[in-house]
């Protein structure tokens, strides 16, 4: 059973910077499709950003482009999320999630989330 758990949230000053992983365990991501999410209080979850299996294609939402980087290391069964200048609104809980292929945005697993809170 593949397991996905987040790490590295926790709480910055706006413009300040966190850096969040995903770690899988029991199956690799190598050819699927990954993904973060976030969900804060009173608003439904949204994709903030996606990658391709290979890497080679990414997706980010209009209210992160420019702030937040995707990435993986396939060898380390690793999904990585960079977010800087962090803004109050990006306070919300980030979670993982694993696709059912390189390109489909339909996802089979889910970590447990980790919290980011942005104060001013």
């Known amino acids: 059973q593949v397991q996905l758990v987040e790490s590295g949230g926790g709480s910055v000053q706006a413009g300040g910077s966190l850096r969040l992983s995903c770690t899988a365990s029991?199956?690799?991501?190598?050819?699927?499709?990954m993904a973060w999410f976030r969900q804060a209080p009173g608003k439904e979850r949204e994709e903030v950003a996606g990658?391709?299996?290979?890497?080679?294609?990414?997706y980010y939402s209009d209210s992160v482009k420019d702030r937040f980087t995707i990435s993986r290391d396939n060898a380390k069964n690793t999904l990585y999320l960079q977010m800087n200048n962090l803004k109050l609104e990006d306070a919300a809980m980030y979670y993982c999630?694993?696709?059912?292929?390189?390109?489909?945005?339909?996802?089979?697993?889910w970590g447990q989330g980790t919290q980011v809170t942005v104060s001013s």
């Open positions: 990658i391709s299996c290979d890497g080679g294609n990414t």
């Open positions: 029991g199956y690799t991501i190598r050819t699927y499709y």
């Open positions: 999630a694993m696709g059912l292929y390189c390109y489909t945005r339909t996802f089979t697993y």
